[in-house]
């Protein structure tokens, strides 16, 4: 069963909010700010309705006292991060509730080890006054952006024989995480020290199906 996500009637978007956070792109009334408020509070509700982590989001890093920010999402249950104390970010909010980052990319972390505190912070974002794109027709507003927790757990591999193991990578065939010296081994001569087979390699020298499933 899928949680609703509640939208955030709180936040107030108008006309001078807008204009606060670009005060030279509308100067002079040269644009009206009326129009780019209601494409923020669709944009925002466009994000709430998203699940889980996303792009844009905030997550605390231990013994850091600044929080970082998600930047991409690698489809593999991984998101990068921000650098620490970064000051580089750009995000770009599409009319879906997407954020596109550009900036530093710190490593990826895992996002089973990224826990939900249930608060919010401002978070800067960008989109094309009245999604028309042109040259210094972005404007900037704040949106609140869920925060996370990252607490990273060490994972070992079971009856690994590397030194320092911890499994970060995903292996398809073992349907879990295993070191990297695990992972790089399945594709050479020696015995998967998960489900303990050896590949096997056809004439060609090219791993076949049989022998080691990872």
């Not at 807008?18 to 030279?24: A, G, K, Q, R, V």
């Not at 929080?67 to 999402?73: E, G, M």
């Given at each position: 069963?899928?949680?609703?996500?509640?939208?955030?009637?709180?936040?107030?978007?108008?006309?001078?909010?807008?204009?606060?956070?670009?005060?030279?792109?509308?100067?002079?009334?040269?644009?009206?700010?009326?129009?780019?408020?209601?494409?923020?509070?669709?944009?925002?509700?466009?994000?709430?309705?998203?699940?889980?982590?996303?792009?844009?989001?905030?997550?605390?890093?231990?013994?850091?006292?600044?929080?970082?920010?998600?930047?991409?999402?690698?489809?593999?249950?991984?998101?990068?991060?921000?650098?620490?104390?970064?000051?580089?970010?750009?995000?770009?909010?599409?009319?879906?509730?997407?954020?596109?980052?550009?900036?530093?990319?710190?490593?990826?972390?895992?996002?089973?080890?990224?826990?939900?505190?249930?608060?919010?912070?401002?978070?800067?974002?960008?989109?094309?006054?009245?999604?028309?794109?042109?040259?210094?027709?972005?404007?900037?507003?704040?949106?609140?952006?869920?925060?996370?927790?990252?607490?990273?757990?060490?994972?070992?591999?079971?009856?690994?024989?590397?030194?320092?193991?911890?499994?970060?990578?995903?292996?398809?065939?073992?349907?879990?995480?295993?070191?990297?010296?695990?992972?790089?081994?399945?594709?050479?001569d020696f015995p998967c020290h998960v489900c303990n087979t050896y590949p096997e390699r056809n004439d060609q020298g090219e791993l076949t199906d049989k022998g080691c499933a990872c």
């Open positions: 069963m899928t949680t609703e996500i509640l939208l955030i009637p709180e936040i107030n978007i108008n006309s001078q909010t807008m204009i606060s956070h670009n005060p030279y792109f509308y100067e002079y009334r040269k644009h009206s700010a009326v129009i780019d408020a209601e494409l923020a509070r669709q944009r925002l509700n466009a994000l709430n309705k998203r699940n889980g982590p996303r792009v844009g989001d905030f997550v605390w890093f231990p013994d850091e006292n600044k929080p970082r920010r998600f930047t991409c999402d690698l489809s593999d249950g991984s998101m990068q991060t921000t650098t620490r104390q970064s000051n580089d970010s750009s995000f770009h909010i599409t009319r879906g509730g997407y954020c596109d980052f550009s900036g530093s990319l710190d490593s990826p972390v895992w996002l089973d080890q990224c826990h939900d505190t249930g608060k919010k912070l401002l978070g800067r974002v960008w989109f094309f006054s009245r999604n028309l794109s042109g040259a210094h027709r972005d404007v900037d507003v704040t949106l609140p952006f869920r925060v996370y927790e990252y607490w990273p757990v060490k994972l070992i591999c079971p009856n690994c024989q590397h030194d320092n193991c911890q499994a970060i990578r995903f292996c398809d065939g073992c349907n879990m995480r295993v070191c990297q010296g695990c992972f790089d081994e399945h594709v050479f």
